[in-house]
């Protein structure tokens, strides 16, 4: 099963300058918790952006078109359609934008982390979760980040 994982502010925002447009640990925490044991699959710039390279204890899957770039713990696919292939299509896709956009016609779930803030100099977007194509399943009560201040809630969609 393919599987959107994201955290999205009010405006769509999920990066700015190469990293998450916020940081908030119950987030962080659920990321690791849904994607462990797990292959993740990612585009170059995602990988990058992640302060101790490979994620532990998952298959990472890294897209680019770059055929000669290599890290440790990685494996490389030249498109999302290839790395669903090397991952037999049951995985986690962890964006970045254009990732997430090719994504979507394909994923069955999303698991989004809804931030209730815009994040004004964000530079990567979400794209839209539209209500013909994606039912509500799972939304947790709205809770608030103890180290930012910024209220947010965990939902769940499936495909209709």
């Known amino acids: 099963?393919?599987?959107?994982?994201?955290?999205?502010?009010r405006n769509s925002a999920i990066g700015r300058r190469g990293d998450l447009a916020f940081?908030?640990?119950a987030d962080l925490r659920r990321f690791k918790a849904l994607t462990?044991?797990?292959?993740?699959?990612?585009?170059?710039?995602?990988?990058?952006?992640?302060p101790k390279g490979a994620l532990p204890h998952r298959r990472n899957i890294v897209v680019t078109r770059n055929e000669a770039y290599t890290a440790p713990g990685i494996e490389r696919a030249p498109s999302l359609r290839e790395a669903l292939r090397m991952a037999d299509e049951d995985a986690f896709i962890l964006g970045g934008g254009e990732i997430y956009r090719q994504a979507m016609e394909m994923a069955r779930e999303l698991f989004i982390t809804e931030?209730?803030?815009d994040?004004?100099?964000?530079d990567t977007f979400f794209p839209e979760i539209s209500p013909d194509e994606w039912r509500?399943?799972?939304a947790?009560?709205?809770?608030?980040?103890?180290?930012?201040?910024?209220?947010?809630?965990?939902?769940?969609?499936?495909?209709?």
């Open 115 to 117: 931030i209730d803030a």
């Open 36 to 50: 462990t044991g797990h292959t993740v699959i990612m585009g170059r710039r995602t990988f990058e952006s992640l």
């Open 136 to 138: 509500l399943t799972e």
């Open 140 to 160: 947790d009560a709205p809770a608030t980040d103890d180290r930012s201040g910024l209220p947010y809630r965990f939902v769940c969609y499936c495909r209709k």
């Open 119 to 122: 994040c004004p100099d964000a």
């Open 23 to 25: 940081h908030i640990s």
């Open 1 to 9: 099963m393919i599987r959107i994982i994201a955290s999205v502010a």
